[in-house]
Nanobody
Framework: QVTLVESGGGSVQAGGSLRLSCVVSFRTRSPKYYAWFRQAPGKEREGLASISRERGHTYHIDSVKGRFTISQDTSKNAVYLQMNNLNVDDTGVYTC??????????????????WGQGVQVTVSP
């Protein structure tokens, strides 16, 4: 069983920054891959970035590349999403996810079997 708890959401003005954290708890084997997802109001959930727990390799979708950075601290079993230069289109619920079986980086929701509860990020003009 794996549990994920996010924190760090909130309200920020456009151009500002936020850092989301996701603390991961597991009983036996650690997940292999993590990802951050976003669901904007009225839109489908979108995968933003993925990271390999073992090697630390990362992938970011084009729309956040250069602004968002996924990272981890394996000693703390934590995954982070640093978000810079936020704009109003970044508003949404951000959720971290973990996969126990993936073999490659992915931002496809169906590839992840454990999910956090999500945190709200609101960016005002």
């Amino acid at each position: 069983q794996v549990t994920l708890v996010e924190s760090g959401g909130g309200s920020v003005q456009a151009g500002g920054s936020l850092r989301l954290s996701c603390v991961v708890s597991f009983r036996t084997r650690s997940p292999k891959y993590y990802a951050w997802f976003r669901q904007a109001p009225g839109k489908e959930r979108e995968g933003l970035a993925s990271i390999s727990r073992e090697r630390g390799h990362t992938y970011h979708i084009d729309s956040v590349k250069g602004r968002f950075t996924i990272s981890q601290d394996t000693s703390k079993n934590a995954v982070y999403l640093q978000m810079n230069n936020l704009n109003v289109d970044d508003t949404g619920v951000y959720t971290c996810a973990a996969s126990s079986y993936l073999g490659a980086l992915s931002t496809v929701g169906g590839a992840y079997d454990y999910w956090g509860q999500g945190v709200q990020v609101t960016v005002s003009p």
